[in-house]
């Protein structure tokens, strides 16, 4: 059973960094490509940040020079890293995956190109 379990939200001041860490189980193979997503209450969910198997990554301009997305190589576990944060990068993050052996489509995450969700994490940024 594939499972994808976020770790890392929590509070912090406009202008401070979290890093988010999600990890995979139950895949045959790694995923070619995982993305992190946020939504907030009342909106849809949006593309943070997507990477693939060789190491391309596609940012929401929102984000872009702010947040980088990374893969340790050992264990497979995706991050968020997200720096100089603002009021409007709060909500819930959540890291997804697309199913083994299939890459990334060009540009920044859509959520109908994903098939496997983790439960979220919630980040909150105060002034």
């Known amino acids: 059973q594939v499972q994808l379990q976020e770790s890392g939200g929590g509070s912090v001041q406009a202008g401070g960094s979290l890093r988010l860490s999600c990890v995979a189980s139950g895949f045959t193979y790694r995923p070619y490509c995982m993305a992190w997503f946020r939504q907030t209450q009342g909106k849809a969910r949006e593309g943070v940040a997507k990477?693939?198997?060789?190491?391309?990554?596609d940012y929401a301009d929102s984000v872009k020079g702010r947040f980088t997305i990374s893969q340790d190589s050992a264990s497979g576990t995706l991050f968020l890293l997200m720096d100089s944060l603002t009021l409007e990068d709060s909500g819930t993050y959540y890291c997804a995956s697309r199913p083994t052996g299939t890459g990334c489509n060009p540009g920044p995450p859509q959520t109908n190109e994903f098939s496997y969700w983790g439960q979220g994490t919630q980040v909150s940024v105060s002034s």
């Open positions: 990477l693939n198997r060789i190491g391309r990554t």
